[in-house]
């Protein structure tokens, strides 16, 4: 007998949710053949089963949220023999961790996604023996402040911090150490710290704990009813963590906005002219979206301002590009990351951009290939968009907007002509960017993509 454990699919990733099991008892699986899909505050991906067998018990419900290491499924392997091996649930963590090799918020997520802290449902109030069923998740509670003198211990899991959660405390000035965490064992969450920023930082000190009385709690809202013509939907995990990210990153950053406007005539020409030779070649089609990114890495390098972070007092200025591409897929917004975009060609990104996008819109993408972005490129062009003003991915400074590119009159020496012309905008960080970077990075952005010939860097 096999059991099958909630894997960790990431270092700061403590707990997962439940969101469909593709495999009921009685029935049988293939080895690497999936189980069930979860998500974590930073991915959803499917977990392949590490032996063939027969499904013999599920042991936790659909929804429910389990600390990593907890058993969730019994599988009877092929042949009647039992493995009763201890470290089949890490075989399946490590499945799921490696199912798929390495977008624009191509729209995601990170919504990239996006990713957030305290999506999913409120965990089991203690970590679940292995053969034992698991009590359905409890429904999610609001994450309250604490107040009182001093915190209890809430176990060593509540020592776990994500990076997200240190940075928001250290921005907002708040003690860790007086925010109830309602995460898996006493863990402080992303929606614990939003909700103490949200109500004005405003933390009970250890004095006014000791003395408050207590505070009634809060009434629950009446369930919404749907009128003549209505329909209504619950708002998905995905989509609560998009909220919750794009929400902060509002309340966060000083954001400023610039556009200017490029004549891509040429590159409209070139894509025409290589498109099939090029997908024949290289196994995918050629967009406008990786000679886009070439242009922004260069212009990264030349003003490493627009390529940082705010870390308190301190501006970090990154020495490489890692790329954020947002794509959109069916759950809402992820925002995959073209690792070390800086060392690559045109085709190279073509490559990776194609990779992440679809590995993103299956499901498939692994947590690293969702965090350590240093800027954000969003490509609503598709869709017919011509000006866009984004949110800005945090922790970085700045994302760039590629919209449609459209047939259009322009003056050229003084005659009139008609060229493909496309809006390309940034939304910055003026915290750390002022206007004028903002502009000679976009100048530098737009000069690269009328002048630069990339069809020698397409191999064409």
Do not use: C
């Amino acid at each position: 007998m096999t059991s099958i454990q909630m894997p960790q699919l990431g270092e700061t990733i403590v707990e997962g949710t439940i969101l469909k099991w593709l495999k009921r008892e009685g029935d049988a699986v293939a080895r690497d053949e999936p189980l069930f899909e979860i998500s974590t505050d930073k991915v959803d991906t499917e977990v392949p089963s590490p032996v063939a067998g027969t499904v013999t018990k599920i042991l936790v419900d659909e929804g429910a949220t389990v600390p990593v290491g907890t058993a969730l499924m019994e599988i009877s392997e092929a042949g009647g023999a039992a493995s009763g091996d201890a470290a089949s649930g890490g075989a399946a963590s490590s499945s799921a961790s490696g199912a798929a090799p390495s977008s624009d918020a191509v729209a995601a997520p990170s919504t990239g996604a996006a990713s957030s802290e305290g999506s999913s449902a409120a965990p089991p109030a203690a970590p679940v023996a292995p053969a034992a069923p698991v009590a359905p998740a409890a429904p999610a509670v609001a994450p309250a402040v604490a107040a009182v003198a001093t915190m209890p211990d809430r176990g060593p899991r509540s020592q776990i911090l994500s990076p997200l959660v240190r940075r928001l405390a250290k921005e907002h000035d708040l003690d860790l150490a007086q925010i109830a965490g309602t995460g898996s064992g006493g863990r402080i969450t992303k929606a614990d710290v939003m909700a103490v920023i949200s109500s004005g930082g405003q933390v009970a000190s250890a004095t006014a704990g000791a003395t408050a009385p207590a505070t009634a709690p809060a009434q629950p809202m009446p369930a919404p009813s749907a009128g003549i013509g209505e329909e209504i939907v619950p708002v998905s995990h995905i989509r609560r963590a998009i909220a919750e990210h794009m929400l902060a990153s509002t309340q966060t950053s000083a954001r400023a906005w610039t556009m200017v406007e490029v004549n891509v005539d040429h590159l409209v020409k070139l894509r025409e002219r290589i498109k099939a030779t090029f997908q024949d070649r290289y196994g995918v089609k050629i967009t406008y979206l990786p000679m886009v990114v070439r242009a922004t890495v260069d212009a990264l390098l030349e003003y490493p301002d627009v390529n940082a972070r705010l870390d308190g007092d301190n501006i970090v200025r990154h020495r490489f590009v890692n790329m954020g591409i947002a794509v959109s897929y069916d759950a809402g917004l992820i925002v995959p990351v073209i690792k070390g975009a800086d060392g690559m060609n045109t085709i190279g990104v073509a490559r990776a951009i194609a990779d992440l996008a679809a590995r993103a819109r299956s499901h498939q993408l692994r947590p690293d290939e969702v965090q350590g972005a240093t800027f954000t490129i969003t490509n609503p062009g598709p869709y017919g968009s011509v000006a866009s003003v984004p949110i800005i991915n945090q922790p970085n400074v700045g994302i760039l907007s590629f919209d449609a590119i459209v047939k259009r009159p322009v003056v050229i020496d003084d005659a009139i002509a008609i060229r493909s012309m496309v809006n390309i905008s940034m939304s910055w960080d003026h915290r750390v960017i002022d206007g004028e970077l903002a502009t000679r990075f976009l100048a530098r952005v737009k000069e690269n993509l009328e002048t630069w010939d990339f069809a020698e860097d397409l191999g064409v």
